[in-house]
């Protein structure tokens, strides 16, 4: 079975399930897990930050960031489809008490110019802009990279109003990689910043939350225990981190490219509407017009046929590659499609 539904289907290679078996382990609550710290160490240094933390999801890692750095009754500026608004089950308001901003993006980003915009007033009448929340890459975007620039020009918006900022980097490193700017610079713009190990880098769970404030950092560590996400003897999933952060970073071109390879592939079949030149990492979005196929039925036949991808609207699927889909399953999915059309 090829399986392009998301990035999270990956399975621990060998190389990692052994790294894993050898973690040395203690208790994570009590910060005596070596493993843990270690994660801990490595990622904070990869994105430029002081300190990290380790957290069992990105969801969580997302949630803690908007409990920690806006109050309850403030407001958190979001794109309108992005993960913290249609994936993480209105947690922003049921556990933080912070109510979202949707600002409509441009395939999920969103400029300097929006964000003023968003802004609210400084009156006796209008809640206040605590928190600007960006995702780089943005998943319901297609994968989408922001540049370097405009997340600059936002943060000047941001601080001239006093506005903090989040970024869920679910992806981060494929952002990186597609556009050759660094981590650091990236996260430097951000008070906290999350990337998971469990997409494109191949571990089974995980995600950290990167910070220079190492008194905000213990906040979200007692937010972590409020919210159920402290662990104990986390050193075996932290060592799937290591592994993953260690090894298959620079490999995230590879599914860059089968991203790529699949849109032109699809591009030729007459029912299906895509532009290979739209996608800039791992995602991809392409339409489907056929009168004689539901999307259920679409994607129930090439279940049949091998291949499983996600509909995600009346017309419209979605795939992403990742480290275990070879070149080779990609020009066997295209082929399914082609084939499921064509009959």
Known sequence: MI???SDTVTKPSPAMREAMA??????????????????????????GKKAALFVPSGTLGNQLCLRALAEP????????????VRYEQGAAGALAGVQ???????QGLITAEQVEAAIRPKDAYSIQSALLCIENTHNAGGGTVYPL???????????????????????????????????TDYARHFETVTFCLSKGLGAPAGSLIATDDLGLLERLRRFRRMYGGAMRQAGILAAAGLYALEHNIQRLAEDHANARRLATLLQ???????NPGAVATNILFFDVHS??????DF???????????????????RAVTHLDVSADAIQRAGDIVARVLRR
Request: charged share 20%.
């Open 100 to 106: 979202l901003h949707w600002v409509n993006g441009t």
């Open 73 to 84: 009754g403030r407001e958190v500026i979001v794109e309108r489809h992005s993960h913290i």
């Open 149 to 183: 620039s405009t997340i600059q020009a936002i943060r000047t918006v941001a601080s001239a109003h006093g506005v903090l900022m989040h970024m869920d980097g679910a992806r981060l490193f494929n952002a990186v990689v597609s556009s050759g700017v660094s981590a």
């Open 268 to 274: 030729q079949i007459p029912a299906v509407s895509i």
């Open 3 to 5: 399986d392009l539904r």
């Open 299 to 317: 994607v129930a036949a090439l279940k049949q046929e091998g291949l499983l991808l996600s509909a995600v609207g009346g017309k419209t699927c």
């Open 22 to 47: 050898r973690a040395e382990v203690g208790d994570d609550v009590y910060g005596e897990d070596p493993t843990v710290n270690r994660l801990q160490e490595r990622g904070a240094a990869l994105v």
């Open 291 to 296: 009168s004689r196929l539901s999307m259920p």
